[in-house]
């Protein structure tokens, strides 16, 4: 049985999504949009295509293009740049370097652009480690649609269930569940994502080899 699991980044490696978060306000705030705290909180974790549809469902006078509102995000966001470093979950390199010498196969599959990805594994120098790279660029439905997790599966030449997945967000969560894949979330209570499809929960990355390693040994007895 091949030893894969696969990550989602924002959440899980980094806790990136606080910071987005009031990146977001700040950016809305600043072209006249005022959006609730339930409008706010519905958008962690999902993709910049996801989050424009909520958007303009929320405010009909929102943006006109998705093109546009991701032209004005990009330009915000250059002059509002992030320290990824910093943001680090703690104990993830330990971890991530733990599972690779014990022979785990490392892919991840994140909402985020592709670029942000490999910008924030880039200075996080954790980019080698990971075999297959899976972005919301490459999908037209994003979490809870399975397809990015599936997708990985068939790049790694692996089944869906032979696949543990890191995950965070109940989208996330979702997704990888129905991709039949087995799930460890990460647990955070501060946006309301209701993690109780995941099959375990843990607090700290350090906790994960040995929850992978007595599931492995589970499925073989």
């Not at 705290?37 to 910049?48: F, K, P, Q």
């Not at 104990?91 to 599959?109: C, E, F, P, V, Y």
Request: glycine content about 4%; hydrophobic content about 40%.
């Amino acid at each position: 049985m091949e030893k894969v699991v696969i990550f989602d980044m924002d959440g899980v490696l980094v806790d990136t999504e606080p910071v987005y978060y009031r990146r977001l306000e700040e950016f809305l705030i600043s072209r006249g949009y005022h959006f609730s705290r339930a409008v706010l909180d519905s958008l962690v974790g999902e993709s910049s295509r996801k989050t424009f549809s909520i958007l303009k469902q929320a405010d009909s006078a929102f943006y006109d293009s998705e093109e546009t509102y991701r032209r004005d995000m990009r330009a915000f966001h250059r002059h509002h740049r992030i320290a990824y470093r910093e943001l680090a979950n703690p104990h993830l390199h330990q971890t991530l370097n733990q599972l690779k010498d014990t022979g785990w196969r490392l892919a991840l599959a994140s909402s985020s652009p592709q670029s942000n990805i490999e910008q924030v594994l880039q200075e996080l120098e954790i980019l080698p480690l990971f075999e297959v790279i899976a972005s919301g660029d490459d999908f037209k439905e994003s979490k809870p649609n399975p397809e990015i997790y599936l997708h990985v599966a068939s790049r790694l030449h692996v089944l869906p269930q032979e696949c543990h997945v890191i995950e965070d967000s109940t989208y996330g969560i979702l997704a990888a569940v129905r991709a039949g894949m087995r799930v460890l979330a990460k647990r955070d209570e501060r946006y309301g994502f209701d993690q109780s499809p995941a099959h375990q929960l843990f607090d700290d990355l350090m906790e994960i080899p040995g929850l992978l390693q007595a599931a492995v040994f589970d499925s073989l007895h």
